[in-house]
T-cell receptor, first 118, second 112 residues
Framework: GAGVSQTPSNKVTEKGKYVELRCDPI?????LYWYRQSLGQGPEFLIY????????DSGLPNDRFFAVRPEGSVSTLKIQRTERGDSAVYLC????????????????FGPGTRLTVL | AQSVTQLGSHVSVSEGALVLLRCNYS??????LFWYVQYPNQGLQLLLK??????LVKGINGFEAEFKKSETSFHLTKPSAHMSDAAEYFC??????????FGQGTRLTINP
């Protein structure tokens, strides 16, 4: 079946502009995650959705970053007033439900969106 | 706080040689540990996971990892490297209920 898809695959923008990055999770997955991977680093957690609600947004670096998942499927990561330091690969992952207690539900990752802020 | 440290940002081995990628963890609770692989222009793929059952964990593509509490380590090994193993490898630990905390990654190069 189809995996997690992310669009666009590449996005080049100018400093100060607004961007939206889209994630289509695996069908039926209720949990959705956003991570950011800077050059030479491992992915860093940004936000986690369970259904439509953001259950944990503690990784969002500041209030320029916002994410939504209005119907509990597709999610959009929105970045306002982009800065050069926002340049990174933004990864989305989904799982059948969030990890809780002793259960682990594998997070399936998309190929990412490479954002370049000039 | 849960974290992982990967020793060596680049590892190079010859085809057919042993692969050893090192990961040490820090955790205040029994950890859930993972190894992911990332091929160029592709998403992360789970290789294997440790969730407090057997300490020797076997994964896909012939990889395995051993959880050693006394050494706080979870090193990834493969007896014989293939050219197709060339990729970036990430160790990760579960933090809280939902987050994964990743190491900085190790780029594995296979020499013919």
């Amino acid at each position: 079946g189809a995996g997690v898809s992310q669009t666009p695959s590449n996005k080049v923008t100018e400093k100060g502009k607004y961007v939206e990055l889209r994630c289509d999770p695996i069908s039926g997955h209720t949990a959705l995650y956003w991570y950011r991977q800077s050059l030479g680093q491992g992915p860093e957690f940004l936000i986690y959705f369970q259904g439509t609600g953001a259950a944990d947004d503690s990784g969002l670096p500041n209030d320029r970053f916002f994410a939504v998942r209005p119907e509990g499927s597709v999610s959009t990561l929105k970045i306002q007033r982009t800065e050069r330091g926002d340049s990174a690969v933004y990864l989305c992952a989904s799982s059948s439900r969030g990890m809780s207690g002793g259960a682990y539900n594998e997070q399936f990752f998309g190929p990412g969106t490479r954002l370049t802020v000039l | 706080a849960q974290s992982v440290t990967q020793l060596g940002s680049h590892v190079s081995v010859s085809e057919g040689a042993l692969v050893l990628l090192r990961c040490n963890y820090s955790s205040s609770v029994p950890p859930y540990l993972f190894w992911y692989v990332q091929y160029p222009n592709q998403g992360l793929q789970l290789l294997l996971k440790y969730t407090s059952a057997a300490t020797l964990v076997k994964g896909i593509n012939g990889f395995e990892a051993e959880f050693k509490k006394s050494e706080t380590s979870f090193h990834l090994t493969k007896p014989s490297a293939h050219m197709s193993d060339a990729a970036e490898y990430f160790c990760a630990v579960r933090k809280g209920a939902q987050k994964l905390v990743f190491g900085q990654g190790t780029r594995l190069t296979i020499n013919p």
